[in-house]
């Protein structure tokens, strides 16, 4: 049996059967067609008026069983007394060695056919809608139908109260079915007494307030609302009375309608109950439901005393601080100026501080190149002034006699033009000398003239130039030795290995131990100058192996 079938016999009796028993007679003749090649084209054209029939049918239906529900004594639109369909008796259907059976030419509803005109019709008659539930006129409910309409009353029931939470309405579902069980009792087909005759006045009424026909005469605001969503599915307009009615009885039934969403699954092909209808359903929920999370790191903390929310950022040199009422205060850094400014240095981006890094440590290797450029040059000045102190005149009265000498050389005296000319190149080496060093200091006139006082010259002794020389050159070796020993950290531009090396050269550098190195080992000017430069500094044998294990002496 079709759904509207099963829901017409159990709320309308045997009418529901009995249409679609004549509708199932009247078109069984599609039976009897042999020709295959015509056979889809006439099922498509029976399928459509077997349709456009049934729906006729459902209509009227529909309309008596709403009449049942409001009350039969209500004004209600005059039914169809029927509906007329024409059977032709015209076609023939070729491709077969057999005559094949004289069909009708074509199955079309009459003009006849509305709900308000009747004509008779071929085959079983379809009884008319009424205001008697759906009957016809003066017919009344056999003890069997009775029966199997309230044994499908009595399932819906209970299958509602499976699944029902509110107490109320277990309740008046359990109402219900007691009285769906007393009526099943008197009915004779169940139990083979006559069924008893309620007073057409005795009406009972609900939770709701309203009253209804007593059980079996008529259906609660449930029932009303699940039959409409069955018409409303198979697209039966009726459904939609049907659903307002229920809710003008029982507006908390709203909340049992489908939603929006839900009409859209079932317009789209989901079938309700469905695992795929399920799931939608599932997601859009949770969908519905979501709540972001927040995340609360660093606005919150923890102690032993609660739960403690942050402030803001502090000023630039101050910091926030929590006083023991659990109240934050803005005070200065901690250590106070020294902390200011070190959180100021703090700032400079990474990328400026390698830069300034940089700078510095090329201005340091520079001046230390221009200098061990100049130190085997300087060296050479400084050997020739010491050959030529021997043979010039030096010391107090120099510039006298040196002025003789020239007079002397004038006149032919060789030994006055020796003398003069070892003068003359003592006195260039020396000019040399500072020039160079000059040039290094700014060449200003006061750096030239300590300079100048500071290097051997003519008015110094040939022993003074001695010592004054041999130290020089010492500290110009000293200066290579540095330049040899941070050439390689250099090429790393590691500032902070290069920096760590030459303040470990520089603690430990003196130019005399450079200046022993140049006297004969063992030679008694060589003691001499160890014990003097010892006297004047006890460290300087430390000195010397701290740089040995620097590798640089």
């Given amino acids: 049996m079709s759904l509207f079938g099963y829901l017409a016999t159990g709320a309308l009796g045997g009418a529901g059967q009995a249409g679609e028993q004549a509708l199932t007679q009247q078109y069984g003749y599609q039976q009897q067609l042999a020709n295959a090649e015509d056979l889809a084209k006439i099922n498509s054209d029976l399928e459509l008026h077997k349709n456009m029939a049934i729906a006729q049918f459902q209509a009227d239906r529909a309309q008596g069983m709403m009449n049942n529900v409001l009350g039969a004594n209500q004004p209600q639109n005059p039914p169809s007394q029927g509906v007329s369909y024409s059977l032709p008796s015209a076609v023939t259907v070729p491709t077969s060695p057999a005559p094949a059976p004289t069909l009708s030419a074509a199955v079309t509803p009459s003009a006849s056919a509305s709900p308000t005109q009747s004509a008779p019709i071929t085959g079983t008659q379809v009884p008319t809608a009424s205001a008697n539930g759906g009957m016809p006129q003066n017919a009344t409910i056999s003890p069997e139908h009775q029966a199997e309409r309230d044994y499908g009353r009595l399932q819906i029931l209970q299958n509602e109260l499976q699944g029902e939470k509110d107490p109320e309405n277990i309740a008046?579902?359990?109402?219900?079915?007691?009285?769906?069980?007393?009526?099943?009792?008197?009915?004779?087909?169940?139990?083979?007494?006559?069924?008893?005759?309620?007073?057409?006045?005795?009406?009972?009424?609900?939770?709701?307030?309203?009253?209804?026909?007593?059980?079996?005469?008529?259906?609660?605001?449930?029932?009303?609302?699940?039959?409409?969503?069955?018409?409303?599915?198979?697209?039966?307009?009726?459904?939609?009375?049907?659903?307002e009615n229920a809710l003008k009885y029982d507006p908390?039934?709203?909340?049992?309608?489908?939603?929006?969403?839900?009409?859209?699954?079932?317009?789209?092909?989901?079938?309700?109950?469905?695992?795929?209808?399920?799931?939608?359903?599932?997601?859009?929920?949770?969908?519905?439901?979501?709540?972001?999370?927040?995340?609360?790191?660093?606005?919150?903390?923890?102690?032993?005393?609660?739960?403690?929310?942050?402030?803001?950022?502090?000023?630039?040199?101050?910091?926030?601080?929590?006083?023991?009422?659990?109240?934050?205060?803005?005070?200065?850094?901690?250590?106070?100026?020294?902390?200011?400014?070190?959180?100021?240095?703090?700032?400079?981006?990474?990328?400026?501080?390698?830069?300034?890094?940089?700078?510095?440590?090329?201005?340091?290797w520079t001046a230390l190149n221009v200098a061990n450029n100049n130190a085997q040059s300087t060296i050479s000045n400084l050997q020739n002034i010491k050959m030529y102190a021997d043979k010039a005149a030096t010391g107090g009265g120099a510039d006298r006699l040196n002025y003789i000498n020239h007079i002397l050389a004038t006149a032919g005296f060789q030994g006055a033009n020796d003398e003069a000319t070892a003068n003359d190149l003592l006195s260039k080496n020396a000019n040399q000398i500072v020039a160079k060093l000059g040039s290094v200091t700014g060449s200003t006139d006061a750096a030239r003239s300590i300079i100048e006082s500071a290097n051997p010259n003519a008015h110094m002794t040939t022993q003074a130039i001695h010592e004054a020389a041999d130290n020089l050159i010492g500290a110009q070796q000293m200066m290579q030795a540095k330049a040899k020993l941070l050439g390689p950290i250099l090429a790393t531009r590691d500032p902070v290995a290069y920096q760590q090396k030459e303040t470990q050269f520089d603690q430990n550098a003196d130019p005399r131990l450079w200046q022993y190195k140049n006297y004969t080992p063992g030679s008694i000017q060589a003691k001499t100058f160890l014990q003097k430069s010892l006297a004047q500094d006890s460290t300087l044998l430390q000195k010397a192996a701290a740089l040995h294990d620097l590798g640089a002496y």
């Fill in 172 to 243: 008046a579902l359990q109402r219900e079915i007691a009285r769906t069980q007393a009526t099943l009792k008197s009915n004779p087909a169940v139990n083979g007494a006559q069924p008893p005759i309620a007073p057409a006045s005795s009406n009972t009424t609900t939770q709701y307030g309203s009253t209804q026909p007593p059980a079996g005469t008529g259906v609660s605001p449930r029932q009303m609302l699940a039959l409409g969503l069955g018409f409303s599915m198979i697209g039966n307009p009726a459904g939609k009375d049907f659903i």
């Fill in 252 to 364: 908390t039934l709203a909340g049992q309608m489908p939603t929006d969403f839900v009409k859209d699954l079932i317009q789209r092909g989901y079938k309700p109950g469905s695992p795929e209808f399920n799931d939608l359903m599932d997601k859009h929920f949770a969908k519905e439901n979501y709540i972001a999370p927040t995340s609360l790191r660093g606005t919150i903390f923890a102690d032993q005393n609660g739960i403690h929310t942050l402030p803001g950022a502090a000023p630039d040199g101050f910091m926030n601080k929590m006083d023991v009422n659990g109240n934050w205060h803005v005070v200065p850094v901690d250590n106070g100026l020294p902390a200011i400014s070190a959180s100021e240095s703090a700032k400079v981006g990474p990328a400026t501080a390698a830069k300034a890094s940089q700078d510095e440590l090329s201005q340091k």
